[in-house]
Nanobody
Framework: EVQLVESGGGMVQPGGSLRLSCAVS????????MSWVRQAPGKGPEWVSF????????YYAESVKGRFTISRDNAKSTLYLQMSSLKPEDTALYYC???????????WGKGTLVTVSS
């Protein structure tokens, strides 16, 4: 059974940092591209960042470029998102998503909530 379990969310003040983790099981993590997607209250999903299976190709949404860093540890089957200089508009439910090239985003975690507020 494919499982993606996010953790690390919480409440933080503007300008603060958080590190999200996504523990994966049920498939060979090192062979799959992955993404982070977020959904703010009352809005649709927004793609945040992508990393290919080997970690060499990385992309970011313009809204987070320079502030967020995606990474992965294939030995630990874990995906990360380091978030810095957080803004209130970063408040959202953050999802870890399996993102293979031909099938689209096929498996999603349940999400971890990030709230940026003073």
């Amino acid at each position: 059974e494919v499982q993606l379990v996010e953790s690390g969310g919480g409440m933080v003040q503007p300008g603060g940092s958080l590190r999200l983790s996504c523990a994966v099981s049920g498939f060979t993590f090192s062979t799959y591209d992955m993404s982070w997607v977020r959904q703010a209250p009352g809005k649709g999903p927004e793609w945040v960042s992508f990393v290919n299976n080997g970690g060499e190709m990385i992309y970011y949404a313009e809204s987070v470029k320079g502030r967020f860093t995606i990474s992965r540890d294939n030995a630990k089957s874990t995906l990360y998102l380091q978030m810095s200089s957080l803004k209130p508009e970063d408040t959202a439910l953050y999802y870890c998503v399996r993102d293979p090239p031909n099938d689209g985003m096929d498996y999603w975690g349940k999400g971890t909530l990030v709230t940026v507020s003073s």
